[in-house]
């Protein structure tokens, strides 16, 4: 393999336990549920059951909205001959950062919930945001070794 073709990439994604449709499901289930329930208070004369209904299908409908927002997240970490290019996409916006990997200094999390810390030139990232604590030490780890040995 040609030196300029290696390449070593790392990925997480946010891990969103349901489809686009099935948010969209539920939703409406939640939004017919309680809309149905206000109605019945209604027909019965209690009309402000249904002011309460509006406030709490405002909330349902915003946390499903962040919800979505933020359901395709993730972080990609590529490392190349020359390259550690890092690119973390967050409610749609994307953040790329280009480090060099010979001056890159990788700090390891001390405790569970920490992120692993890329340091180089002044500039400094924590990564592995969607990663379980033993992935963050295995992907530090890896990183580490690939930089000591030089290859990219």
């Not at 449709?21 to 149905?36: D, E, I, K, N, Y």
Request: contains cysteine.
């Amino acid at each position: 393999m040609r030196r300029d073709l290696e390449k070593r990439e790392w990925l997480w994604r946010r891990n969103c336990s349901l489809t686009p449709r099935q948010t969209v499901l539920a939703w409406a289930g939640l939004c017919v549920l309680s809309l149905a329930v206000a109605t019945v208070f209604l027909l019965h004369g209690v009309w402000q059951v249904l002011c309460f209904t509006g406030v709490e299908l405002a909330a349902v409908t915003a946390a499903f909205l962040c919800y979505a927002r933020h359901a395709s997240d993730y972080e990609h970490v590529v490392l190349t001959s020359g390259s550690l290019l890092v690119v973390r996409v967050s409610a749609g916006k994307t953040l790329q950062t280009q480090l060099q990997p010979c001056r890159t200094r990788i700090a390891m999390p001390e405790r569970g919930g920490d992120l692993v810390t890329l340091e180089s030139q002044g500039t400094t990232l924590q990564v592995g945001r969607y990663a379980l604590a033993p992935q963050r030490l295995a992907f530090a780890a890896e990183l580490r070794m690939e930089l000591l040995a030089g290859r990219f």
